[in-house]
């Protein structure tokens, strides 16, 4: 086959082809997630709070919204990590790294392994607490890194050593 364009990434057909990554991110994410969106919650509960103590009025229009909050709340805690979970998937082959993400806006992207300028891994203090890391993939694309979010921390080590191999290995010019 002859060279193409895959959403926006020039490359021979043969060596590289947009498809499903074959690797979950680890079920520890789900809790991480999970923990993520309790913080916006919790934020977003403040603004309540202080309606409700501020307001001499009715508390009937408070509990209807403490009510909608409540329910949006749980379905979110809920639903969103379970979905990502299930959407959210990663690979590297001897040719490229793969990934697929998001939960509302999906995205599939592709690296080729020529392309790999940097490799990075990243653990915040949410990450640390759940044993997760990050894995960010830099290359020249105008698209910017490819991110792999919710991975166990020895995973994202041996990826992270693996791509740096890989890349040291590879002839090409990283742009």
């Known amino acids: 086959m002859g060279d193409g364009i895959v959403e926006g990434v020039t490359m021979t057909a043969d060596v590289v082809r947009l498809r499903p990554p074959a690797n979950r991110v680890s079920p520890r994410a789900l809790w991480y997630w999970a923990a993520r969106a309790v913080v916006l919650w919790v934020v977003l509960l403040v603004p309540q709070a202080i309606w409700w103590f501020a307001d001499d009025g009715g508390r009937a229009k408070h509990l209807v919204v403490a009510a909608v909050w409540l329910v949006l709340a749980a379905v979110h805690l809920v639903v969103m990590p379970q979905w990502r979970y299930r959407v959210h998937r990663w690979e590297a082959t001897e040719t490229a790294v793969y990934t697929q993400t998001?939960?509302?806006?999906?995205?599939?992207?592709?690296?080729?392994?020529?392309?790999?300028?940097?490799?990075?891994?990243?653990?915040?203090?949410?990450?640390?607490?759940?044993?997760?890391?990050?894995?960010?993939?830099?290359?020249?694309?105008?698209?910017?890194?490819?991110?792999?979010?919710?991975?166990?921390?020895?995973?994202?080590?041996?990826?992270?050593?693996?791509?740096?191999?890989?890349?040291?290995?590879?002839?090409?010019?990283?742009t």
């Open 102 to 174: 998001g939960w509302i806006s999906q995205e599939r992207r592709i690296a080729p392994i020529s392309r790999v300028q940097t490799v990075d891994s990243e653990r915040g203090p949410i990450e640390q607490l759940f044993k997760l890391a990050n894995v960010t993939v830099t290359t020249a694309s105008a698209a910017g890194p490819i991110k792999i979010d919710g991975l166990a921390k020895v995973d994202a080590d041996q990826l992270v050593a693996d791509l740096t191999e890989r890349v040291g290995r590879t002839t090409g010019d990283a």
